[in-house]
C-alpha cells in the first residue's frame, strides 16, 4: 500500500513540476569527455548539480522510491567494457518526512567508465544519461537521453593496459579546472519558490556572483530545516481543519448517515459495505486532488502566486467571497447545474469502482454551495505558497471530508452519537459566511496596497471585522435572526462560549483602531504605516522617530520605525552614519512579512537594534510606481531570459532574483558600507519567525559588522 502511495505521489510531483515549467535539464549541467592513452579510455561525465537540489546515487536502498541515475555504455565491437561505472561515495541519510533512506549526489562530481578498444578505425560511442532532480519539497520529470562522445582508434591492438592505469587518471584529474569548470558557474537557487523568471543560467557572466563550496556547505547546514516543509504542513493543517468545517455544513453533514446506511444494506456482508464505503472515501480524496491539480496545472502555480498578489485579481476575488457570503448568510443559494449532478448520479448506477466513484463526484457537485468558498481559498492561500501547496492543500481537505464515510462504515453504531439535522446546521452556515465576509476584505485590502489608493486603511479594515464580528456575536446570542433559522428557546452551553469568545474578540480589536499591534491577526489588517494615524492615537507609539528625527529620504515603517525606499540612498547614509544596511526585501501583500514586523520587530531587544544600531531599506518588490523613463532599461536575469523593468518592484524583484537567487519574502540581508553582504547569511519568515532566532542573526550581524571594521 505504502509503495503504491509513493508511486503515485512520485507521478504527481512529476506533473505539477511539469505544469510549472520546472525541467529536469535545467537543474544540471553535464559534459562528457573522453580521456584516452593508447587502447585504454575512460568515459568521463562531469556533473553539476544545482544548489539545493540533488540527483540519486546509482543505485539505491531497497526502500527508496526514487529514480536511480543511469550512466549506461552502450555494448559495441568496438570496445570491452573495463569494470563497473565508477561513482564518488554520495550522501546517504534518512528522510523523516517520506520515512525512507536517501542515496544522493549533489553540487560537482564525476562519473566514469572505462573501456578497452578493440577498433583501429575512430567510431562513436553511445551511452544512456538520465536522472531525476529533486529538492526538498518535489521531484521533477526523469531526464533520460542518450549520447554520442568520438572515441579514437587503437592502432596497437596488442598491446596490454597501462599498468594500474596511472597515467590515464593523472590525465583524468588533469580535467578540473577545464572547459566544463569554466563554463558551468555557481550560482544558487531557491528552494521556497522558483518564478518563470529565475529557472537556469547556463552561461556565467562577468557580474555573477561565485558561491563557494565552504558558503554552500554552511547555508545547507544553516538551512537543514527546510523552511519549505513547514508552509506544506502548515497547509495541510489548515485544509484538513476547513474539510472538518465543511463536514458540518447543512450540505455535507446529512450525507453522511445516508450515504453510510446506503453502502451498509446495498452490500451483502459487512466487510462489503465497509469495503465500497472506504472507496467511496477515496473517491472523494482522488476528486479533489484532481481538482487542485487541474488548477495548478491550466494556470501553473507560479502564475496563481502572481496572481495572488495582483491587485484586479484580489479585487475580483474579494467579489466572489462577498457573492458567496451573502449566500450563506441566506439571501439565496448558489449551485452548479442540475445536470451535472443528475449526469453523475445517473452514472453513480453502474456498480463497482466506477459507480462509487460518480456518487462521490455527485456529492462533490450537490455540496458545491458549502464547499465551493471554502475550496476556493484553500487554492488561492494554496497558490501563494507554490509548487505542491495545491496538492497539500486538496489533500487534506478531501481527507477530512471523506473519513467520516470510511469510519461510520466500519463502526456503524457511532451514528446513533452523531447530532440530529436540524436548525443548526444553518448556523453554522451562517458562521461560515460572516468569517467569509470578514476574509473578503483582506483581498480588497491587498488589492488596495497594491494601488495604494488608501481607501482601505488601517483603521477602517479594523472598524469593518469590528462590525462584523458584533454582528456575529450578537447572532449567536440569539439578538438577530436571518432567513432559514429556526426559533431559539434557549442557547447551548456550546453556543453561548462560541458566542463569548467572539465577544472577546471584538473587544480585542477595538484598541486597534488607536495604533494597537493586534499580534493575533498582524497578518491580516494593513500595516501600521498605512493608516490615518501612523504613529497611533496622539502620535503615540515609538517616539524615537518623530519629526525632529527625521531624515531626508525616510518613511515611517513598521514599528514606527524610520526606513528608506530607495537603496542608493540608505547606503550611502548608513556609511555616513557608520552603521550596517539592513535591507528588507518585502511586499505590500506579503502575509509574513507583517507577521515578522508586528510580532517580531517590535519585541524588547530587537526594536532597539532596528530602530538605533541599523538603517533600514525596504524594498517593495510588488510597488507598481512606474520608475522614471531612464531606468526603464532591459535587464537578464539569471536564466539568461530578458525583461523590460517598468515599476518599483520589477526594480526590486530583479535586485533580489539576480544577486541572492531567492523570491520569497521577507528576506532580510545585512550589509558594510559598501554593500557587501557580511558574513553570517540571510534572514527570513521560515527561520527566524521566532524572536529569539531573529535577535540572535542580528547580534551577529552587528557583531561582524564591528570585526568587518576592524580588518
Not at 370 to 393: D, K, M, N, R, W
Not at 534 to 555: D, H, M, Q, R, V
Request: proline share 5%; charged share 25%; with cysteine.
Amino acid at each position: 500500500m505504502i509503495r503504491s502511495i509513493g508511486l503515485i505521489l512520485g507521478l504527481l510531483l512529476s506533473f505539477l513540476s511539469f505544469s510549472q515549467m520546472e525541467m529536469p535539464e535545467d537543474k544540471v549541467d553535464w559534459e562528457f569527455k573522453v580521456i584516452q592513452d593508447g587502447c585504454d579510455a575512460t568515459i568521463v561525465g562531469k556533473m553539476k548539480v544545482d544548489e539545493h537540489w540533488h540527483i540519486n546515487a546509482l543505485t539505491l536502498p531497497e526502500d527508496n522510491f526514487g529514480i536511480p541515475t543511469t550512466f549506461k555504455v552502450h555494448k559495441s565491437d568496438n570496445y570491452i567494457l573495463s569494470g563497473e561505472v565508477i561513482e564518488p561515495t554520495p550522501t546517504e541519510e534518512f528522510d523523516e518526512v517520506s520515512e525512507e533512506n536517501l542515496r544522493y549526489h549533489t553540487g560537482r562530481f564525476e562519473l566514469k567508465q572505462k573501456i578497452k578498444v578493440k577498433s583501429k578505425d575512430d567510431f562513436q560511442l553511445k551511452l544512456d544519461f538520465g536522472f531525476q532532480p529533486c529538492d526538498s519539497v518535489k521531484c521533477l520529470f526523469p531526464f533520460e537521453e542518450t549520447f554520442t562522445v568520438d572515441v579514437k582508434g587503437c592502432e596497437d591492438l596488442t598491446s596490454s593496459a597501462l599498468d594500474d592505469n596511472a597515467d590515464l587518471d593523472e590525465a583524468i584529474d588533469d580535467l578540473e579546472g577545464s572547459e566544463l569548470n569554466e563554463s558551468i558557474s555557481d550560482e544558487g537557487d531557491d528552494n521556497a519558490s522558483v518564478t518563470d523568471d529565475v529557472k537556469r543560467n547556463n552561461v556565467e557572466t562577468e557580474n555573477a556572483g561565485v558561491v563557494s563550496d565552504e558558503k554552500k556547505q554552511k547555508e545547507k547546514k544553516k538551512n537543514k530545516n527546510d523552511p519549505t516543509d513547514r508552509s506544506l504542513w502548515w497547509i495541510f493543517a489548515v485544509s484538513f481543519g476547513s474539510g472538518l468545517l465543511a463536514l458540518v455544513t447543512p450540505c455535507v453533514f446529512p450525507m453522511i448517515p445516508m450515504t453510510v446506511s446506503f453502502f451498509t444494506k446495498q452490500s451483502k456482508t459487512k466487510k462489503q459495505g465497509v469495503n465500497n464505503a472506504i472507496k467511496y472515501g477515496i473517491s472523494i480524496i482522488v476528486i479533489y486532488i484532481l481538482l487542485g491539480i487541474l488548477v495548478t496545472a491550466i494556470f501553473g502555480a507560479e502564475s496563481l502566486n502572481k496572481m495572488s498578489t495582483d491587485p484586479i485579481f484580489n479585487f475580483v476575488f474579494f467579489l466572489i467571497l462577498v457573492v458567496f457570503a451573502v449566500s450563506f448568510l441566506g439571501a439565496f443559494e448558489i449551485r452548479l447545474p442540475s445536470s451535472w449532478a443528475n449526469k453523475a448520479d445517473s452514472k453513480a448506477d453502474k456498480g463497482g469502482f466506477v459507480g462509487i466513484f460518480f456518487m462521490a463526484l455527485a456529492l462533490a457537485l450537490v455540496s458545491f454551495s458549502c464547499t465551493g468558498p471554502i475550496v476556493g481559498i484553500l487554492l488561492v492561500q494554496a497558490a501563494s505558497e507554490g509548487g505542491l501547496a495545491p496538492f497539500i492543500g486538496m489533500f487534506g481537505f478531501s481527507l477530512a471530508l471523506a473519513l467520516p464515510f470510511a469510519l461510520f462504515a466500519a463502526f456503524p453504531g457511532w451514528m446513533n452519537t452523531l447530532p440530529k439535522s436540524g436548525g443548526w446546521l444553518n448556523s453554522v452556515k451562517v458562521v461560515l459566511g460572516f468569517l467569509e465576509l470578514a476574509l473578503a476584505f483582506k483581498f480588497l485590502s491587498n488589492a488596495d496596497l497594491a494601488l495604494q489608493w488608501h481607501l482601505l486603511e488601517r483603521e477602517v479594515f479594523i472598524a469593518i471585522w469590528i462590525g462584523v464580528f458584533l454582528v456575529l456575536a450578537l447572532y449567536l446570542f440569539g439578538k438577530i435572526r436571518l432567513p432559514h433559522d429556526s426559533p431559539i428557546e434557549k442557547l447551548s452551553v456550546g453556543r453561548t462560549l462560541f458566542g463569548t469568545t467572539v465577544l472577546i474578540f471584538v473587544i480585542y480589536l477595538i484598541p486597534g483602531m488607536w495604533g494597537a499591534p493586534l499580534k493575533i491577526i498582524s497578518a491580516f489588517p494593513p500595516p501600521m504605516s498605512y493608516s490615518e494615524a501612523p504613529l497611533g492615537f496622539g502620535g503615540g507609539g515609538s517616539s524615537a522617530n518623530t519629526k525632529e528625527n527625521y531624515i531626508e529620504g525616510t518613511f515611517l515603517g513598521p514599528q514606527n520605525i524610520m526606513v528608506f525606499h530607495e537603496y542608493d540612498k540608505a547606503l550611502a547614509h548608513a556609511k555616513k552614519v557608520d552603521k550596517p544596511l539592513f535591507v528588507d526585501f518585502t511586499g505590500h501583500n506579503c502575509v509574513n512579512c507583517r507577521k515578522m514586523e508586528q510580532s517580531v520587530w517590535g519585541e524588547p531587544g530587537i526594536l532597539e537594534m532596528l530602530r538605533d544600531d541599523v538603517v533600514i531599506v525596504s524594498l517593495y518588490v510588488d510597488e507598481r510606481i512606474d520608475l522614471p523613463k531612464e531606468e526603464q532599461v532591459t535587464v537578464t536575469f539569471p536564466n539568461g531570459r530578458e525583461k523590460k523593468l517598468k515599476t518599483t518592484g520589477d526594480k526590486w524583484s530583479f535586485k533580489q532574483v539576480s544577486e541572492y537567487q531567492v523570491t520569497a519574502q521577507p528576506y532580510y540581508i545585512l550589509q558594510n558600507g559598501e554593500g557587501e553582504d557580511l558574513d553570517i547569511g540571510p534572514a527570513d519568515y521560515q527561520n527566524h519567525s521566532n524572536p529569539a532566532d531573529f535577535r540572535k542573526w542580528l547580534e551577529d550581524g552587528l557583531n561582524a559588522y564591528k570585526n568587518d571594521k576592524n580588518k
